[in-house]
C-alpha cells in the first residue's frame, strides 16, 4: 500500500482565517514531506520532518506552520495568508533510508487552496 | 548547483504513437539517484522510476522504458504505442541530499 491521504481536497480561505491542512501515512515511512505547486510549475519543497522533528525548512514564511504529532501524521497551519499563497499543496512520505541515498517520496493528492 | 533540464515544455501525439520525453541533468554529485514522475490533471504525483547513478542499465515496465546515459547526464523516457491516458504532465528529478530537486516537467497531450 503507497497511499498517502490528505485532507481537504480543496480549501477556500479568507486572508484574516486560520486553517489546517492534513497529511496522513501508514507506511511506516518516517520522512515526510510538505510542497507547494503553482499551476505549470514544478512542486517546491518546503519542509521536512525526519523521525518527527523537522529538518528542512527552506525559508517559508512564518504564517505556514508545519506540525509533526506523529510518525504517521503532517499538518500544516495557514494563519494570515496571502492571495499569491493560493496553489496546490502536496504531501510527500518516504522510507527514509540510512545511507541509502534519498529514498522514492510516495505522494499525497494534494489540497487545492484558494486565499480570497 | 542541481539543475534539471526538460527542453520539451509541451508534447502533442496521436494515440498509438511513440513518444520521448528528455531530461539532462547537472550534478557534482559522483552517487546521485534519479526520478521521473507523472501528474495526471487530478494532481496526485504518481511515482514510475527511482534509478542510482551506478546502475546504468535501461528499464523497461510494459510500455514505458527509460534510457539512462551518464555520458551525456540524460535519463530520457519512452513511452510506447501511448494512449489517451498517458495524458499527463511528466517531471524528472533529481536526488540532492535529502532533497529532491523537480525539472520543469513536460506535458504530453494524446490525442485519440
Known amino acids: 500500500d503507497t497511499e498517502v491521504t490528505q485532507t481537504p481536497k480543496h480549501l477556500v480561505m479568507g486572508m484574516t482565517n486560520k486553517k489546517s491542512l492534513k497529511c496522513e501515512q501508514h507506511?511506516?515511512?518516517?520522512?515526510m514531506y510538505w510542497y507547494k505547486q503553482k499551476a505549470k510549475k514544478p512542486p517546491e519543497l518546503m519542509f521536512v520532518y525526519s523521525y518527527e522533528k523537522l529538518s528542512i525548512n527552506e525559508s517559508v514564511p512564518s504564517r505556514f506552520s508545519p506540525e509533526c504529532p506523529n510518525s504517521s501524521l503532517l499538518n500544516l497551519h495557514l494563519h494570515a495568508l496571502q492571495p499569491e499563497d493560493s496553489a496546490l499543496y502536496l504531501c510527500?512520505?518516504?522510507?527514509?533510508?540510512?545511507?541509502?541515498?534519498?529514498?522514492?517520496?510516495?505522494f499525497g493528492p494534494g489540497t487545492r487552496l484558494t486565499v480570497l | 548547483a542541481q539543475k534539471v533540464t526538460q527542453a520539451q515544455t509541451e508534447i502533442s501525439v496521436v494515440e498509438k504513437e511513440d513518444v520521448t520525453l528528455d531530461c539532462v541533468y547537472e550534478t557534482r554529485d559522483t552517487t546521485y539517484y534519479l526520478f521521473w514522475y507523472k501528474q495526471p490533471p487530478s494532481g496526485e504525483l504518481v511515482f514510475l522510476i527511482r534509478?542510482?547513478?551506478?546502475?546504468?542499465q535501461n528499464e523497461i515496465s510494459g510500455r514505458y522504458s527509460w534510457n539512462f546515459q551518464k555520458s551525456t547526464s540524460s535519463f530520457n523516457f519512452t513511452i510506447t504505442a501511448s494512449q489517451v491516458v498517458d495524458s499527463a504532465v511528466y517531471f524528472c528529478?533529481?536526488?540532492?541530499?535529502?532533497?529532491?530537486?523537480f525539472g520543469p516537467g513536460t506535458s504530453l497531450s494524446v490525442i485519440p
Open positions: 534509478r542510482n547513478s551506478f546502475d546504468e
Open positions: 528529478a533529481l536526488s540532492e541530499d535529502d532533497k529532491v530537486i
Open positions: 510527500a512520505s518516504s522510507h527514509q533510508e540510512s545511507g541509502g541515498g534519498p529514498d522514492t517520496q510516495y
Open positions: 507506511m511506516g515511512h518516517r520522512a
